[in-house]
């Protein structure tokens, strides 16, 4: 199999069989037609034939180097700066589908594989079946268009204690038990953003281990199929209430549901580890195999394209109802170009300042990007405000479709009309609006990007002592003795 299309999607998901606890129901099986899933699968598979489309077929594709059949760009190893480009420029097809809602895209974890399957001699220093494992999992997931959802962090139960300590460290996954053929994970886990129809798991460390005894249990990294026995998930309430699009216009595509995983004995076959009982190994995970940095390549094209996505409504917000003119609608308006254009330029400079690194990548330059994934959390906060502040009362006043064709209509075309748009017309755009500043589904958004890459406080903190200010505190030291040199 290639790069698949959405019927073929569709088709895996409805062989698969995860355990998937939801609103006191346990399905396993029947995801697909799930009212809490199947509107936003049917977006998935949309991706998915976006890859066979006239259009998008020679961005979102590439020969395979094994195939020779066109697999997904994201799995593409760059070597060339043309090869950075045309990851990016898929990146930004799927997030333009989605208006960039969709965090979770396989463009996203396809990306973090590239990488580590590159930097297969790191995982092979422990062991060199890790390497071989890797590299032979990035093959899979590539030939067979693999859709992967993942996890990292423990159970958010007493936050004043590490993840390993809690209840005597019986509550995060954990290897409980060694054999011939693989190792026992028990204990759960926290945020499996898409895990319902995914096809794959990817369990990967998060936090910083110290290299303890204790910690061994903890220190792991490995991939799943989504129904492996053993393996649940817990999903949160849906916020796509089944409502027409017309009412729900984002909820009702992209609902990506997030979910609690519980390892009950789930046995993990030793092909499909990639660590096993090394922290070091672990807590190197994503820097030294640039991992990261090619993942906040795909966040940062995608966080571009849904600025992109508020631009133009706010835009379309403020002509309709007349209000543009006005300064201080324009100072909001410029705080969000400027926002687009600081993600843009992110991007231009991590693309210009790209470097090969060990493994032979061509890897985007870390600085940039950092600043980007740093920055975006606290300033995509602002954007459902701008839209509250410049929609005011009139994201109050936003009848369904059923009003717009019911014994409602005739007051509705008269008494919502703006100074642009028939009332129907800006009921549509309002509820639009309203579903991205709002409702529940914009409030999940507002807090997934906001802890998108974790606590941005301690990031924050983990920025602060890794980037080298040296230079610029002895730059500032030598003016300070330069200016002693001359009183003297």
Excluded at 65 to 86: I, N
Excluded at 115 to 131: E, H, I, K, T
């Amino acid at each position: 199999m290639a790069a698949r299309t959405g019927k073929e999607f569709l088709e895996r998901l409805s062989q698969s069989r995860p355990t998937v606890h939801i609103q006191g129901e346990t399905l396993t099986g029947g995801i697909q037609e799930h009212p809490a899933f199947r509107n936003v699968v049917r977006t998935y598979a949309e991706l998915y034939d976006l890859q066979h489309s006239d259009e998008h077929k020679d961005v979102l594709t590439y020969a395979s180097p094994t195939s020779g059949e066109p697999v997904g760009t994201s799995f593409l190893t760059p070597r060339a700066p043309d090869d950075l480009v045309k990851r990016r420029k898929a990146f930004k097809v799927w997030a333009d589908h989605s208006n960039g809602m969709l965090g979770r895209t396989g463009d996203y974890m396809n990306s973090s594989l590239m990488a580590l399957a590159s930097a297969a001699d790191w995982f092979a220093q422990a062991n060199p079946a890790f390497g071989e494992n890797i590299r032979r999992y990035y093959e899979k997931a590539r030939e067979e268009d693999l859709l992967c959802t993942h996890t990292l962090i423990p159970p958010q139960v007493n936050r004043a204690v590490a993840g390993t300590q809690q209840a005597g460290g019986k509550l995060a996954a954990r290897i409980v038990k060694e054999d011939d053929n693989g190792v026992v994970i028990r204990g759960a886990r926290m945020l499996a953003t898409i895990a319902p129809f995914a096809d794959e798991m990817l369990v990967f460390p998060s936090t910083v281990l110290r290299g303890t005894p204790e910690d061994k249990p903890y220190s792991y990294a490995f991939a799943i199929p989504n129904d492996t026995p053993g393996l649940r998930y817990i999903a949160r309430e849906p916020l796509d209430y089944d409502r027409p699009r017309h009412d729900h216009p984002l909820a009702s595509r992209f609902e990506e549901s997030d979910c609690v995983v519980v390892f009950d004995d789930v046995h993990v076959p030793f092909e499909r580890c990639f660590a096993l009982g090394d922290a070091e190994l672990c807590n190197g995970f994503y820097s030294q195999t640039a991992s990261v940095v090619h993942m906040t390549h795909q966040v940062v094209t995608r966080t571009t394209a849904k600025t992109e996505y508020i631009l133009g409504l706010v835009t379309l917000l403020t002509e309709a109802i007349g209000i543009e003119q006005f300064q201080h609608v324009q100072e909001d308006i410029a705080e969000i170009i400027t926002t687009l254009e600081t993600l843009r330029a992110f991007l231009r400079a991590a693309e210009a300042d790209a470097e090969i690194n060990e493994y032979g990548v061509l890897t985007p330059a870390w600085a940039p990007l950092n600043a980007a994934r740093n920055l975006y959390p606290k300033l995509y906060q602002r954007f459902p405000q701008i839209l509250r502040k410049l929609g005011a009362s009139g994201l109050m006043a936003t009848p369904t479709e059923l009003d717009i064709t019911g014994p409602a209509a005739a007051d509705i075309e008269a008494y919502l009309q703006s100074a642009t748009l028939t009332g129907a017309e800006r009921v549509k755009l309002f509820r639009l609006v309203w579903d991205t500043c709002i409702s529940a589904f914009s409030s999940r958004q507002a807090l997934y990007e906001y802890y998108f890459f974790g606590d941005p406080v301690r990031m924050a903190g983990a920025y602060v002592k890794s980037y080298d200010r040296e230079p610029y505190k002895a730059k500032v030291q030598n003016f300070l003795d330069q200016r002693s040199l001359e009183r003297s």
